[in-house]
């Protein structure tokens, strides 16, 4: 498993997660630094799930894309995975807003 952040030219940012195996886990949850479970929202957060075909060992991305980075997005988020034997496993990434301030004459 393995996990990341990175921003986009139009001010969006997307948390990925990436899952190795053969099936995809049984489910997965991305809660904020409240642990409170966070939802897709079309005009603010967008989810997504694709799996790349590798013959043996497929990896699961999983995204949690910001459309527009706000301050009120910081904090930590983090990717619950549950597997089909019921294990699980999490992993936390730490959201940094840094903007900018345009004085205009």
């Known amino acids: 498993m ?34 409170v479970e966070v939802e897709q929202d079309d005009n603010r957060i967008e989810m ?26 910081e904090g930590q988020y983090t990717c619950y995975v549950k597997f089909e034997d019921d294990s699980d496993k999490s992993m936390v990434t730490e959201v940094n807003f840094i903007g900018t301030f345009h004085r205009y004459p």
């Open 48 to 73: 997504g799930h694709d799996t790349i075909k590798t013959g043996m060992n497929d990896v699961h991305l999983y995204t949690l894309k910001f459309v527009s980075l706000q301050q009120a997005n």
């Open 2 to 35: 393995e996990q990341s952040f990175y921003t986009e030219l139009d001010g969006s940012a997307v948390l990925t997660c990436l899952v190795w195996g053969n099936e995809p886990p049984k489910e997965i949850v991305w809660t904020d630094k409240d642990q």
